[in-house]
């Protein structure tokens, strides 16, 4: 198939090209797994029974499933891509040969055999097979990317700044964008599991807090309370019919009315009582055990340990305690980012219950935003990424230049939806700005265009930033 589509490029390729080292890499990996030149296997009769055969070719299907399952997924994708017109595509028949039924079941055969070879093996082996499928991943990524291009491309994002001339400005909101938990449920677990028993005498000389038992009922109503008031609140907000275009001032003037509810809502935690007498150190200590999303830690370590790049990241949240979100971060050795959200009151190190507001509400967040860039004291020109997943990251989303919704937020889409919003997946997104790119048009990103991005992962959102 390869040699059919090279004549049809009228390219010899035994002439006019040697092979890519990253090629070579990954077949001398191939060669080396399939021969039982593995590092983990012991012995000089490592292949002398017919269970050790299975395991080394279970080892060598675990390298060569990556690559099947990538080029399968590469191809689906290519040709969801294709213009239907486009007949001269001097990839097609690459792009038919990976997308076809063919292949697909291919790939899934591979998978399929490589889970019943497994079975059999200990969870040691299981680990190895692991290491070698990464490891054939990283080779495949390495292999794209060694290939030469021959056009100006947009992606990574970075690849054009100049930090001399260029500041890079990173906003990223914290609860279930970064987390896998929302951090409200973290305080309350915190407050119940530290809160006395009924039966306990508390000091005299210590704020005094409901028991475990109260905080718990308190806390189930008041997040009943939030829940079917937001979506009362949502539905009041929403025009009667979708908007034809794109109205960033129609929408402020919706999520106000959000704002307000989520003034009232915080209003009530705090007259509730719950929050009081939460311990700064337990706090601390949740933060640091406080799952991410995968991928979140690592983006944002590339950045701000990459002094050439010039770039600053905000959380902008909603927290109630930024103490929990800097604790988060700085045990992922994180403690450059800038956290803006609302504080916790202290008499001591115990919470009194109120709450310092700072970043409520949309309102809040894209007043917090400007800011930031407001008081970026520097002449260079700006380019802003904003990373969220939920209605109160809306405004933000929008004035940044590249506005990215993580997650599948439905009440986001609903009210994106109907003001106008277009959601379009990024890497679609990507193809289609890179064309326009060759084509003539700029590949600067601007703010307000009314189109957000979609992403599944981190990973995606690292890829399209800073590249590998």
């Known amino acids: 198939m390869h040699d059919s589509l090279v004549q049809e490029w009228g390219l010899d390729l035994a002439k006019e090209h040697s092979i890519n080292s990253a090629t070579v890499k990954y077949t001398d990996f191939l060669l080396a797994t399939a021969s039982g030149k593995i590092e983990g ?59 076809s039924d063919d292949f697909q079941a291919s790939a899934l055969q591979t998978e399929d055999l490589l889970d019943k070879l497994s079975v059999s093996l200990t969870g040691e082996e299981l680990d190895i097979i692991e290491k070698l499928y990464y490891q054939a991943m990283k080779l495949e990524i390495d292999f794209f990317s060694a290939q030469p291009l021959f056009q100006p491309t947009i992606v990574p994002l970075t690849k054009g700044h100049n930090p001399a001339e260029d500041h890079l400005v990173i906003f990223s909101d914290f609860d279930l964008t970064c987390t896998v938990v929302d951090s409200s449920a973290i305080l309350a677990e915190i407050a119940i599991m530290t809160a006395p028993k009924s039966d306990q005498n508390q000091p005299e000389d210590q704020i005094v807090r409901m028991s475990s038992s109260d905080l718990r009922n308190t806390w189930g109503s008041l997040s009943k309370q939030y829940t079917e008031e937001y979506e009362q609140c949502i539905e009041s907000i929403l025009p009667a019919n979708r908007l034809e275009s794109f109205d960033y001032k129609e929408l402020s003037i919706a999520l106000e009315q959000l704002s307000k509810f989520e003034n009232t809502a915080n209003n009530r935690v705090i007259e509730s009582g719950v929050l009081k007498g939460i311990n700064l150190e337990d706090v601390k200590r949740a933060g640091e055990r406080l799952i991410l999303q995968d991928g979140c830690t690592n983006f944002f370590q590339r950045v701000v340990k990459n002094e050439s790049l010039n770039a600053n990241v905000h959380v902008l949240s909603y927290c109630w305690c930024g103490d929990l979100i800097r604790s988060a971060f700085s045990s992922a050795d994180l403690n450059e980012l800038n956290v803006h959200a609302n504080e916790f009151t202290y008499e001591g190190s115990v919470s009194t219950g109120a709450i ?35 209605v109160g990251d809306l405004l933000c989303l929008l004035e940044a230049d590249v506005g990215i919704v993580i997650g599948s937020s439905s009440s986001l889409r609903r009210v994106g939806t109907q003001f106008g919003i277009s959601f379009v997946p990024l890497f679609s997104g990507l193809v289609k700005k890179q064309k326009e790119y060759i084509e003539g048009s700029s590949s600067d990103w601007k703010g307000l265009s009314g189109i957000l991005y979609t992403v599944s992962s981190w990973a995606e959102v690292h890829a399209f930033i800073l590249g590998r």
């Open 356 to 390: 310092v507001k700072n970043v409520e509400s949309p309102i809040d967040k894209v007043q917090a935003f400007r800011i930031i860039l407001k008081n970026c004291n520097d002449d260079k020109k700006k380019l802003t990424v904003y990373i969220g997943d939920s």
């Open 41 to 99: 296997l012991k012995g000089p009769g490592k292949l002398a029974t017919p269970f050790e055969k299975t395991k080394i070719a279970a080892y060598t299907l675990g390298a060569m499933t990556p690559c099947m399952r990538l080029y399968a997924f590469l191809g689906k994708e290519f040709q969801e891509l294709l213009d239907s017109n486009e007949s001269t595509h001097p990839y097609k028949k690459w792009i038919d040969n990976y997308s």
